[in-house]
């Protein structure tokens, strides 16, 4: 679960008063129009660093987190042609091990993730990992045949090759996002206090329902600034038939403003509390923001 949280980012107090909810369906979360250009676009790298704290325990960096959101001109291996369009959307993510991480958990790990996703519809076409952790290594591929309605997931050990791959294929059910594509799809919409809807994610050849509310305006300090608007939005990613199955909360914390850049998450569970905070911010119009904050 820790490689799972590290990896799920993928941020003066002022709290706007609350609209009335608006729910909205899995289907329309999914169709909702995306804006063009994407905020992320043309390109983009996020930094990120990780603090663990529990008990008498404040604030340990234990890891650092790397997102990338670019454009590729080839054409991505899927079922069907419609989803092999050229100039797919591509999303990495690197977390990495720092600090006292070994100390704390007994083992290093390095966990990475490439999500290609089909820029007119924001649904994932595939997603590949590898999960290091100590000697452990683990390569995994999600393929989301849509025409078919499903997805499979495939696992592999490359310290045993003659060991049976793990395979999990489970119906789609209107899953559309991995992890990682869907805290960029949430960057695609235009969010506000009081909206509620549910978004169908898919985990190692698993589906799950995860519900999102945006609960509040409140003004951050972070890299960007001393007095940074931001929007609270909560994610159920904790819980039964949940993507985490256990108890914990997350919440996320994004700019109020048309870029909506994930500025902090904070993953709350029985092993502690874990706040990831955004660390620098380059892409090809904007110079590097490198000083780390505290809120």
């Not at 977390?95 to 990475?112: S, Y």
């Not at 789609?172 to 805290?183: C, P, Q």
């Not at 919409?189 to 799950?208: H, N, P």
Request: aromatic letters at 8%.
């Amino acid at each position: 679960v820790l490689t799972l949280a590290l990896c799920a980012v993928f941020a003066h107090s002022s709290t706007g008063a609350s609209a009335p909810p608006v729910e909205e369906s899995a289907a329309t979360a999914v169709v909702a129009a995306t804006p063009s250009p994407l905020p992320f676009e043309p390109m983009e790298e996020l930094v990120y660093e990780g603090e663990f704290s529990k008990l008498l325990l404040r604030g340990i960096e234990i890891a650092e987190f790397r997102f990338t959101a670019s454009r590729i001109d080839t054409p991505a291996v899927a079922p069907d042609q419609a989803q092999s369009a050229a100039s797919q959307l591509l999303f990495k993510g690197d977390a990495t091990a720092r600090g006292w991480f070994r100390k704390l958990f007994g083992v290093d790990f390095h966990f990475t993730i490439e999500t290609v996703v089909e820029p007119r519809s924001f649904a994932v076409v595939s997603t590949t990992k590898i999960d290091e952790q100590g000697k452990r290594v683990r390569l995994s591929e999600a393929v989301f045949d849509r025409v078919n309605d499903k997805v499979t997931w495939t696992e592999r050990n490359p310290n045993d090759p003659q060991s049976t791959p793990r395979v999990v294929t489970s119906p789609l059910n209107g899953a559309t996002h991995d992890f990682i594509s869907a805290i960029y799809f949430l960057r695609t919409r235009q969010l506000a206090v009081g909206q509620t809807f549910e978004i169908m994610m898919s985990d190692s050849g698993e589906v799950f329902p995860i519900p999102v509310k945006v609960a509040e305006r409140k003004t951050l300090k972070t890299v960007l600034g001393k007095k940074t608007p931001t929007l609270r939005v909560d994610i159920e990613a904790f819980g039964d038939r949940r993507l985490i199955q256990r108890n914990g909360q997350m919440t996320l914390w994004i700019t109020d403003d048309a870029r909506r850049l994930p500025v902090r998450v904070r993953i709350n569970s029985d092993i502690g509390t874990l706040d990831i905070k955004l660390k620098s911010v380059v892409t090809p119009n904007l110079k590097s923001a490198n000083k780390s904050s505290k809120s």
